[in-house]
């Protein structure tokens, strides 16, 4: 763990901050594709390794737990599941190099019949967005 040192993980942690590069090395290291099909450049879909996996990023960083359950489980399980082919191809290899992290959320506020229907994931953007500028998610599924 020598890229997640205790000290650096208290940090993150107390501030809620996930390091991009931290999930970019989960990506070159085969972790962010767990739920990943092998065609879309995945480990396979192994759930009990992602369980694992989880488990042992969670004893050293809840701020990176969090954002790598995002996108291996929200993510890559929910594309796997209910993508159409193109947004796979164009989505899955993304999230297995840990290039794609996604965050999910609702809102009142927003017309969410249109993108429930056009199934829309925005990009975040702007400086404004804790999840953002936290590195913790750079795509928004909404949904009613």
């Known amino acids: 763990m020598t890229d ?3 000290e650096k993980a208290r940090e993150w942690d107390k501030g809620s901050i996930c390091p991009a590069e931290v999930m970019k090395k989960l990506g070159a ?3 962010m594709g767990l739920t990943v099909e092998e065609r879309f450049g995945g480990a396979g879909v192994d759930i009990y390794a992602t369980m694992a ?4 990023i969670a004893k050293r960083s809840v701020a990176v737990a969090c954002p790598y359950i995002m996108a291996v489980c929200y993510a890559g399980m929910n594309l796997g599941e209910s ?5 796979k191809q164009e ?3 993304k999230v297995a190099a840990g ?3 996604f965050a999910c959320g609702l809102s009142d506020q927003m017309d969410m019949e249109r993108y ?4 829309v994931s925005l990009p975040i953007v702007g400086g404004s ?5 936290n590195n913790i998610a750079n795509r928004l599924k909404l949904g009613a």
């Open 29 to 31: 290291m085969g972790l």
């Open 99 to 101: 290039d794609l992290l």
């Open 53 to 56: 996996v989880i488990e042992e």
């Open 129 to 133: 967005s804790n999840m953002q500028k």
């Open 91 to 93: 989505l899955l290899p």
């Open 83 to 87: 993508a159409s082919e193109d947004q």
């Open 4 to 6: 997640m040192p205790r």
């Open 116 to 119: 429930v229907r056009d199934a």
